[in-house]
């Protein structure tokens, strides 16, 4: 017994000891043109290894241990790049994809030691108020959830909407502003129930399994950026493995995932990549086990397939779609009622699809042109009802609005020089469009037809933008960006320009410049007034683009290695804003979040949105990152009666401390990682309300001269995220506990008046919310 037993320990201490293995691969390419760079030297630090990059620009390293390594990239002519924190892990092979910038100058030898710019952005037109984001960040961040709207509240100046959606606000702006690319290509708002108007949802219908490294952008865009005012999120697709077939499976509070991943055939270097989700929610439904009056559903698939050619270049095809419907049935038992809402039985319907096929081609040895087509499908519907006391049901609002649009984006880039750098291009959407839209505005009032449209439009986009690079810590970008919508012929010609000086090995300042419009959410458009002849009227047809000035101010110092600070002025002033035609109102749509706005409205609005952020980042290093953000701004607006006044985003501050660490057990076979994120925020701003009027008229009625003269309670919350790994032979698995608002803090949404109670009602936005993953890679 007592050998058996010793054997028994011996055979589970050799297993245990066992080092899994994995291979790290990838591709070194020049960072302009995205053209292959053979003969670069690649090594592994840690273990000083180095391989060749072959004529395909590809390197590889078999059986390399599980664990984290930083890479070094040198490659004659150009910036040396060092790539840390690469991870390897025994479930999937690491593949990464490495740009090298050109060196005007190589004499200086020091300039070919000087490591790259942690985040980075990957556009290199973008030298100010951005920044790459990684996939690793919107799976490690605490309550990021696998979704770059929620990752990105950890940046300066950025903050949640409200707890219930994924909404951002961007210094000031509305979340309306925001701008989604994907792979050069304008997409729809890709995001599970969504509304009109709105750039967010609930939950994020993108996969992380198919997002790489991508930009977000939040002032003085880059010239190829058009029809936004607040921010840009430019997404990439990562590609899938092209050696071997991969899997990943997940189960969690949001959804079954399974991923699958690989090369079409040995002889052939495409590969496919598909991710699809079904909701967790609507299992649990079915089964009985959840009964909260409303039934919630979505399920999403999204793609990407790779497939190059040896003489017509590289071809892709991509695309995303998701379904998301939630509903309320009647219940026509009014003992069993406990709220008023019971009393408004309702369907929400909230679909997009989007698809496309993108070309990149050499042309000459310069010059490289990228193009894509495409489709998008978007369909929103809501439909409410109303119980009488009675029990009779009756008609209170509906709405239908189906967008369809045919995409087209071409984008050219030529290098004359390593100090000259041409980016020209073209973005057209041809856009068919079937709306309807009729309620009653208060109960009791007739059912009113406010849209009623269907037809067709385009939007046409050129841009150019030159960058001139005088020397390897100089540069300059200038260009100009043209917005053109043909259904009223409304245009805007856009300048843009941004520089960047790094003074030295640790500090750098930039400056941008930028105008930008952006045309009004589609349905404004065509709101409708009935002329006495019965004629329709569409009152906001002629409507302009709503315009902003934006000027920014950057410096950073980099203290250390891993610490750096960055300090950031910024001012951006609104114009051309809509607002109401009615010189009483305050009305403005630099408040709206969503939806199409009805009211007759006018290009008389302003605004201006300007403050200073100063963050201090601790790249991880060692297992442990750190980030302070510290944001002090002020978001004003003024009618058409010529009050300025805060806007309902004027916040005011915002402080953001997110930090984590890893701790991996010697083999480096387990990996536990605690992840914290603190917010602390001034409250959005909210209108009083009257309630002898709202008493006398049985709904809320706004002290409208009044707007946003009242603030919310300070917003604090607390998230933190719990994960185990484990690395087992030809498996990686993962275990996570994201727990949202973990000392349910109930902040306040806003106020409302109740019929029922007779009173001012304060709203609170969610609590405590555990979040349950786990997840396979094999």
Do not use: C
């Not at 030691?113 to 690793?136: G, H, I, Q, Y």
């Not at 990439?236 to 077939?245: F, H, I």
């Not at 998301?324 to 038992?333: F, H, I």
């Not at 009227?537 to 000035?549: E, M, Q, R, T, V």
Request: proline share 3%.
């Amino acid at each position: 017994m007592r050998t058996s037993f010793i054997l028994v320990f011996l055979i589970i201490s050799i297993v245990g000891a066992a080092q899994y293995k994995q291979q790290l691969r990838g591709a070194v390419v020049d960072h302009i043109l995205q053209k292959p760079l053979a003969g670069a030297t690649v090594t592994v630090v840690s273990i000083k290894q180095s391989g060749i990059t072959d004529e395909d620009g590809i390197f590889r390293f078999n059986d390399l241990p599980v664990g984290s390594y930083t890479l070094v990239v040198t490659y004659a002519g150009f910036k040396d790049v060092t790539l840390e924190n690469v991870a390897v892990n025994s479930g999937k092979e690491t593949v990464v994809n490495i740009p090298l910038e050109p060196l005007v100058k190589t004499e200086n030898e020091i300039l070919l030691k000087a490591n790259s710019k942690k985040n980075k952005p990957l556009n290199d037109m973008s030298v100010v108020s951005a920044r790459a984001f990684t996939v690793e960040e919107t799976q490690k961040y605490a309550a990021s959830v696998n979704d770059p709207l929620r990752m990105a509240t950890v940046f300066p100046g950025v903050l949640a909407a409200d707890d219930g959606n994924n909404r951002i606000i961007i210094r000031g702006n509305s979340p309306a502003g925001l701008l989604w690319k994907m792979k050069r290509i304008d997409i729809p708002n890709p995001n599970h129930f969504s509304s009109v108007a709105s750039s967010g949802g609930g939950i994020s219908i993108l996969s992380s399994q198919l997002l790489s490294n991508s930009d977000f952008v939040t002032s003085a865009f880059a010239a190829e950026y058009g029809n936004a005012l607040s921010g840009v999120f430019d997404l990439k697709l990562r590609t899938g493995n092209n050696e071997k077939r991969e899997y990943n499976l997940q189960a969690g509070m949001l959804g079954l995932n399974v991923a699958a991943e690989g090369p079409f055939s040995k002889s052939y270097k495409g590969s496919y990549l598909v991710n699809y989700r079904y909701s967790t929610l609507a299992i649990l439904d079915k089964i009985g086990i959840l009964n909260g009056g409303s039934t919630t559903n979505f399920q999403d698939l999204s793609y990407n397939i790779y497939l190059p050619t040896r003489s017509v270049g590289q071809f892709t095809l991509f695309g995303f779609g998701g379904m998301s419907s939630e509903y309320r049935n009647a219940e026509l038992d009014s003992s069993k009622w406990e709220t008023a809402d019971q009393r408004y039985p309702y369907k929400m319907v909230a679909n997009t699809a989007m698809t496309g096929i993108t070309h990149t081609v050499a042309v000459g040895k310069n010059g490289s042109l990228k193009s894509g087509i495409g489709m998008s499908y978007t369909r929103n519907e809501y439909n409410e009802q109303y119980i009488e006391d009675d029990l009779s049901v009756t008609e209170n609002y509906r709405d239908r609005f189906t967008t369809r649009k045919g995409l087209f984006n071409s984008t050219f880039n030529y290098r004359f020089n390593n100090k000259n750098h041409l980016r020209a291009g073209v973005i057209i959407n041809m856009i068919h469009f079937n709306y309807f839209q009729q309620g009653r505005e208060h109960r009791g009032d007739p059912i009113k037809t406010n849209i009623d449209a269907t037809g067709n439009t385009s939007t046409q986009q050129f841009f150019g933008q030159w960058q001139f690079r005088p020397g390897n810590d100089f540069t300059i970008n200038a260009g100009v960006h043209y917005l053109r919508l043909a259904l009223n012929n409304t245009s805007s010609i856009e300048p843009r320009f941004s520089a960047r000086w790094n003074i030295n090995r640790k500090s750098s300042i930039s400056l941008g410049y930028g105008l930008h419009s952006q045309l009004l959410p589609l349905g404004i458009y065509f709101a409708q007034q009935k002329n006495t002849d019965g004629s329709i009227n569409y009152i906001n047809k002629n409507l302009g683009f709503s315009k902003a000035h934006h000027y920014v101010l950057s410096y950073g110092y980099r203290l250390t290695p891993a610490l750096f600070i960055k300090t950031e002025i910024y001012y951006q002033q609104l114009f051309n804003a809509a607002v109401s035609t009615d010189s009483t109102s305050t009305f403005s749509s630099l408040n709206v979040e969503e939806d199409y706005v009805t009211d007759p409205l006018v290009n008389k609005g302003k605004g201006k949105n300007y403050g200073v952020e100063v963050s201090l980042e601790r790249y991880l290093r060692n297992n442990f990152y750190l980030t302070l953000s510290n944001s002090l701004y002020q978001s004003k607006y003024t009618a058409l009666d010529g009050v300025e006044r805060n806007t309902r985003f004027n916040g005011n501050y915002i402080v953001t401390l997110i930090s984590g660490k890893d701790f991996v057990s010697a083999s480096g076979h387990r990996t536990f990682g605690i992840n914290i994120k603190l917010i602390y925020a001034g409250g959005l701003r909210t209108t009083p309300i009257d309630l002898a009027a709202s008493q006398q008229n049985g709904y809320t009625v706004y002290k409208e001269k009044e707007a946003y003269s009242l603030q919310n309670p300070a917003y604090f919350r607390t998230d933190v995220r719990l994960s185990v790994q484990w690395n087992k032979k030809y498996l990686t698995s993962t275990l996570s506990l994201d727990i949202q608002n973990l000392t349910n803090r109930l902040n306040v949404y806003g106020n409302y008046y109740s019929k029922d109670d007779g009173k001012i009602i304060t709203a609170y936005q969610t609590g405590f919310i555990p979040i349950l993953n786990y997840k396979i890679d094999f």
